[in-house]
């Protein structure tokens, strides 16, 4: 992994650089920071002309990185299909026992969540009498806290093994439907929600994918809704070992600049509640300070706040 400082660092070629200690980014077109070198590499380094530079400011957009980094237009593509492929693989190398540890992946999570859990939960919205969707539910660490409050959930999650072990633990509630399912092709009825939760799924996904999900969920909650989503930013979240890591650890301006992009029929929007909040539990026990949360609101573009 590259470091954070210039000292000793060989840069084959620049595009742009200030002379001030900022992280090093590596860019391909769509503004990954140094924390994405690994998975960049990885994944897509035969594929790509590359090019090194110094970003200014953890707040540039994508937009203005692509620009200083010699792709203004953002034309370089991420093939999708092999995102999705080697998203499986990763988490079919990380679950065997579909455990909490696994999840979380981290040794520790059996701790971290019992401080963590309650603390995402305590940013949501009121959820007595609503419709709940649950993104990337996994073995349903937060899905019978959200049964509980909520009239229905819907848990989705891609990995057909932790579907199973969620359904097995919470089909008792009676007022859960789980689906196997990815969210990239998850289609469901506008207006059909009033809540949706994720909870460490986007950062799998690639920019235009997240863009994707974001119109699609706009679409989905009903006016007034809430999207709630957390994600790891610049850094992993767990100590648990990996062969290899195809994470999207993104700098937080990226998924704000992407959510504000977003309307549907041009007339709605989302409306932030909060945005880039801190998971203290993170801050505690692991000086981590980039466990982030989002709280979006679908509002009318013109500002009116018409709730059904």
């Known amino acids: ?65 692509n ?15 092999d995102v999705r492929v080697e998203m499986a693989e990763f988490w079919r190398e990380q679950s065997h026992d579909g455990s909490l540890q696994e999840m979380m992946l981290d040794e520790n999570a059996d701790e971290l969540d019992q401080e963590e859990r309650p603390e995402i939960l305590a940013m949501l919205p009121d959820l007595k009498g609503k419709r709940v969707l649950e993104l990337g539910a996994g073995i349903g660490r937060f899905t019978p806290s959200l049964a509980r409050q909520a009239d229905h959930v819907t848990a989705v999650d891609f990995m057909e093994s932790f579907i199973k072990k969620n359904e097995e633990a919470n089909r008792h509630l009676g007022n859960i439907n789980f689906l196997q399912a990815d969210v990239t092709r998850l289609d469901l009825p ?3 929600v009033d809540v949706v939760f994720s909870n460490w799924l986007m950062m799998y996904l690639a920019d235009e994918e997240v863009s994707a999900l974001a119109a ?24 648990k070992k990996r062969s290899f890591n195809p994470t999207f650890y993104r700098c937080p301006a990226d998924y704000s600049a992407i959510f504000s992009a977003v309307t ?5 929007v989302y409306e932030e509640q909060f ?6 539990t993170y ?26």
Request: with cysteine.
């Open 190 to 192: 506008q207006e059909s």
């Open 1 to 65: 992994m590259l470091g954070k400082s210039l000292t000793s660092i060989f840069l084959p070629s620049v595009a742009a650089l200030y002379v001030l200690s900022f992280k090093l980014e590596c860019v391909n077109g769509q503004g990954y920071s140094y924390m994405y070198v690994d998975r960049v590499l990885h994944s897509y380094g035969r594929q790509l002309q590359w090019t090194w530079c110094v970003d200014i400011s953890d707040q540039l957009s994508v937009s203005e990185r």
């Open 216 to 239: 699609k969920v706009l679409s989905w909650l009903t006016e007034g809704g809430y999207f709630f989503f957390r994600e790891s930013c610049f850094q992993k979240s767990g100590n």
């Open 283 to 308: 801050i505690k026990r692991k000086k981590n300070e980039n466990q982030l949360c989002w709280l979006l609101r679908k509002v009318r573009r013109d500002g009116s706040h018409e709730v059904k």
């Open 67 to 81: 620009r200083l980094c010699g792709d203004p237009d953002g034309d370089i593509q991420v093939d999708h299909a």
């Open 264 to 268: 549907q029929d041009a007339r709605y």
């Open 275 to 280: 945005a880039g909040r801190a998971v203290k």
